[in-house]
C-alpha cells in the first residue's frame, strides 16, 4: 500500500468508527485502540504532508485558537418560527396553508424541537466546507473548527445525496453530559452552568477549539437546503440524510392530519423527560417541498412551519424548610429545602426562593404546600401556593436576621432585593469566594491553583484575603495534604505570574460588588489607576458614563473601608498592576469623543474586535446596534443587507475600515 492509500484507509475507518460510536451509539472500537489509529494517522499525516485535508479524523481533536470569528452572511437567511400553544392554533394555521395551497391535501412531519444553539453547516462537492451560528438570521459568526470538533458531524460524504447543500441542526449538550460539566466545575470552586442550552451555545465561541473538543457537544440535524431537486418530501430529504451520516433523530414522524399531528404531541409532552437532551416544543412541518415553495416566508418566518410550546412543567411538594445561602460579596440567597418529588424527569428537592420580598409577595410559610416549576433553568422556582393546604397553626416566615455562618446581623440597602453579611473579612463563605474569584480566569488567571486548594489554605490559616496570595512560601504550601512539590511550585509561580495581568482585570478581580468585567473596564480607562478611583466621589463617578448610583454607592464603600484600603496597599507593594500601564495609555487619544459607532462585516487591516478596541481608545463609543444616535458606521465585506438599509434609512455616515483607520491617524 502506498502511503497515500494507507492514510485513507485509516481515516475511512477512523471515520466509521466515529459515526458508529458518536451517531449509531454503538462502539465498533476500543477507545485505545482508537487511539492507536489515530496516532499513527497522525504520524502519516506529519510525514506526509502533501495529503493534507482539512476534514480528516485528525482535525477534530481541537488545537486551534480563533481569536476572532468572521461574520458571514447567510446564503439562505436563517429563519426564526412562529409559535403556538393549543390545538386550536394548530388548526388556525392549517387552515392557513391549506387556504394558500388552495387544498386540503397536507401532510405534515413532526419534529422535536430541540433546544441548543441553531447551526448552518455548509458542504460542497460532499465536504464539509463552513459552520455558521445563526446569529440575526441573515449573517452568523463562523465557527467552523470548533464544530469539527463533535465527532457525530460528517466532514465528508462518500454515499449518494445531493453534492451541494446546507444542513441546519441545533447544537445541544444532552442532559448528562452537561451534569457531569457541572460536576467537575463545583469541584474546582467555578460556579455551575446555568441551563444546556446557554452552554450549548457558549461553547461555540469559545476561542480554543482543544476546549470545545473536550465538551460532550452533540449536533442533531432537522433540514437540508439545496437547490439539487432530488427530493420530493422534507421527511424523504432527512431520512437520506440520516443514511449517508448525519444525525438525524428517529423521532421524526408523518402525520395525515392535525389529529396525528396532536398525538405525537402528547405523546411528547409526557415521555420528553426520557430523551437525553432538552426540548421544548414540537415543530410541525408541511411534509411536501413543492407546496413548502408555494407558501413561503413572512417578514419572520416560514409559512410552512410551525412551533408548538410545550407548557412548562408544574407539580406541589411540601415546603420543609427555608435556609439561606452567602455568595462571595455576602449576598444571602434563601433555598426553599423540599419533599422531595419528580419534576421534569429529575428529582426535586431544593428550589430558589430569590429574596426577601418574593417570599413575602407569594406569602411563602415553611409547611406549606407549593407549585414548583421547571422553565429554561435547571434550578426549579416555586410560583405560587397552595392555600386550600396551609397547615392552620401556620407562621409568617420572618426572613433571616443574622448570618448562618458568621452570625453577624443582616443588611439590606434601600432599592436592593438582597440581604448582605457585611462581614466581609470574617465570614468564612466570602472570605473564599472572594480569593475564588481573584484567582479566576476572566481575573487574575492564575494557574495551578483552585477553587478547592482556596479553601484549604484558608482552612489552614495560611490565607484570609487574596493580598496574602502573594505572601505564600512553597514551603508552607508544600505540608499541606495531597500537595506535591511540583505543584506546589507551580501555584507560587501562577501567583508570581499574575503580576503581569493587566489593571482592568485587576480592578474586576478585586471583586467590588456590581463591578463585573465590562464594568471594571470602562473605570479603568476612565480612571487609570486604583488611586485616582477610590478618591473620586459619588458626582464624578456618576459623570462617567454607564456609571450609575448603584454602581457608584458600592465603589464609595468600597474605597472608604479602612480593610479594603490596607489590602490594595499591599497589593501594590507586591507588585500588582493598580494603574494602567504606559504602553497602553500611548494608544490613547480623545480624537473620537462623543461618537458613536456601529462595526459591521469583514475587515482586512485588522480585526473586528481591534477595530471596536480602536474606538473605544480613542474615546468613542461602540454600539451593536444602529439608531438615530449613531454617528458613524465602519462597514467592512459583507456587511448585513438589513443594516446597510437601516442606515441608509436614518442617513448615517458608512465609511470604510481605511477611511476609519485615517480618520485616527
Ligand atoms: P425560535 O428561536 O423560537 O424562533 O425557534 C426557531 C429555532 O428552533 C430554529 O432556529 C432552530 O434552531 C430551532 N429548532 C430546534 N429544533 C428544530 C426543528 N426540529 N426544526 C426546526 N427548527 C428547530
Ligand atoms: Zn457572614
Known amino acids: 500500500m502506498t502511503n497515500q492509500q494507507k492514510i485513507q484507509s485509516l481515516r475511512d475507518e477512523l471515520n466509521t468508527h466515529n459515526y458508529n460510536y458518536y451517531v449509531l451509539d454503538n462502539a465498533s472500537i476500543s477507545d485505545y485502540d482508537f487511539d492507536v ?93 463552513k459552520a455558521v451560528t445563526r446569529g440575526d438570521g441573515f449573517q452568523g459568526d463562523e465557527v467552523t473548527n470548533n464544530i469539527k470538533t463533535i465527532r457525530s458531524i ?55 477549539s482543544t476546549e470545545v473538543a473536550k465538551r460532550p457537544l452533540d449536533c442533531l440535524l432537522y433540514q437540508v437546503v439545496t437547490e439539487e431537486r432530488k427530493y420530493k418530501t422534507h421527511f424523504e430529504s432527512l431520512e437520506n440524510a440520516r443514511k449517508v451520516g448525519f444525525k438525524v433523530p428517529e423521532t421524526i414522524t408523518l402525520a395525515k392530519s392535525i389529529d396525528e399531528v396532536f398525538e405525537f404531541v402528547n405523546h411528547w409532552d409526557t415521555h420528553r423527560h426520557d430523551l437525553p437532551y432538552e426540548t421544548d416544543g414540537i415543530v410541525i412541518k408541511v411534509n411536501n417541498l413543492q407546496q413548502q415553495e408555494e407558501l413561503g416566508y413572512t417578514s419572520k418566518a416560514p409559512r410552512w412551519a410551525i412551533a408548538y410550546k410545550f407548557k412548562a412543567e408544574q407539580v406541589s411538594t411540601k415546603l420543609n424548610e427555608i435556609t439561606y445561602q452567602v455568595g462571595r460579596t455576602g449576598a444571602i440567597t434563601p433555598v426553599a429545602n423540599l419533599e422531595p418529588v419528580q419534576l421534569a424527569g429529575t428529582t426535586v428537592k431544593r428550589a430558589s426562593l430569590h429574596n426577601a420580598d418574593q417570599i413575602a409577595k407569594l406569602d411563602i410559610r415553611v409547611g406549606d404546600t407549593v407549585f414548583v416549576e421547571k422553565g429554561g433553568e435547571i434550578i426549579p422556582k416555586i410560583i405560587a401556593v397552595d392555600f386550600a393546604k396551609r397547615p392552620k397553626n401556620s407562621e409568617h416566615t420572618i426572613y433571616a436576621t443574622h448570618c448562618p455562618e458568621c452570625n453577624t446581623e443582616l443588611v439590606r440597602t434601600e432599592g436592593d432585593a438582597k440581604h448582605y453579611c457585611p462581614n466581609e473579612f470574617g465570614c468564612a463563605p466570602q472570605i473564599t469566594g472572594r480569593i475564588q474569584h481573584f484567582i479566576s480566569r ?33 514551603e508552607q504550601v508544600i505540608p499541606l495534604e495531597r500537595m506535591a512539590e511540583k505543584s506546589a511550585q507551580n501555584m507560587i509561580e501562577g501567583i508570581e505570574k499574575s503580576k503581569e495581568i493587566p489593571f482592568e482585570k485587576v480592578l474586576f478581580a478585586l471583586g467590588i460588588r456590581f463591578v463585573g468585567e465590562t464594568v471594571a473596564k470602562k473605570l479603568a480607562k476612565h480612571f487609570k489607576s486604583i488611586d485616582n478611583l477610590m478618591v473620586a466621589d459619588f458626582e464624578t463617578l456618576i459623570a462617567v458614563d454607564e456609571i450609575g448610583d448603584r454602581i457608584a454607592q458600592s465603589i464609595i464603600d468600597f474605597s472608604s473601608n479602612l480593610g479594603n484600603i490596607q489590602l490594595i496597599n499591599r497589593l501594590k507593594a507586591s507588585g500588582v498592576q493598580l494603574e494602567v500601564s504606559a504602553e497602553s495609555l500611548e494608544n490613547q487619544t480623545n480624537k473620537l469623543e462623543g461618537q458613536i459607532f456601529v462595526v459591521s462585516g469583514v475587515f482586512h487591516q485588522m480585526s473586528r474586535n481591534e477595530l471596536k478596541k480602536a474606538i473605544e481608545d480613542n474615546g468613542g463609543k461602540v454600539s451593536s446596534s444602529i439608531s438615530k444616535k449613531t454617528n458613524f458606521i465602519v462597514a467592512g465585506d459583507n456587511m448585513g443587507p438589513s443594516k446597510l438599509a437601516k442606515a441608509e434609512n436614518l442617513g448615517i455616515a458608512i465609511i470604510s475600515e481605511q477611511d476609519f483607520i485615517d480618520k485616527i491617524s
Open 154 to 208: 460528517p466532514l465528508s460524504i462518500k454515499e449518494d445525496f445531493v453534492s451541494n447543500f446546507e444542513m441546519r441542526g441545533e447544537i445541544i449538550l444532552p442532559i448528562d453530559g452537561f451534569n457531569k460539566m457541572n460536576e467537575e466545575r463545583v469541584e474546582n470552586g467555578e460556579e455551575a452552568y446555568r441551563n444546556p442550552r446557554n452552554t450549548a451555545s457558549g461553547s461555540l465561541k469559545l476561542q480554543d
Open 442 to 474: 476572566k481575573a487574575m488567571d492564575i494557574d495551578g491553583l483552585g477553587g478547592e486548594t482556596v479553601d484549604l489554605l484558608r482552612k489552614e490559616g495560611l490565607i484570609t484575603n487574596y493580598a496574602d496570595l502573594y505572601d505564600l512560601k512553597v
Open 37 to 129: 489509529k489515530l496516532k499513527e494517522l497522525e504520524k502519516l499525516e506529519k510525514e506526509n504532508p502533501e495529503f493534507f485535508d482539512p476534514n480528516s479524523p485528525t482535525q477534530r481533536v481541537g488545537g486551534s485558537i480563533t481569536k476572532n470569528f468572521e461574520t458571514v452572511v447567510h446564503k439562505n437567511r436563517m429563519y426564526s418560527l412562529d409559535n403556538s400553544y393549543s390545538k386550536e392554533d394548530l388548526l388556525d394555521w392549517e387552515k392557513r396553508v391549506q387556504k394558500v395551497l388552495g387544498t386540503t391535501e397536507t401532510e405534515y412531519t413532526c419534529e422535536l424541537k430541540f433546544d441548543g444553539a441553531s447551526i448552518n453547516l455548509t458542504y460542497q462537492n460532499g465536504q464539509f466546507v
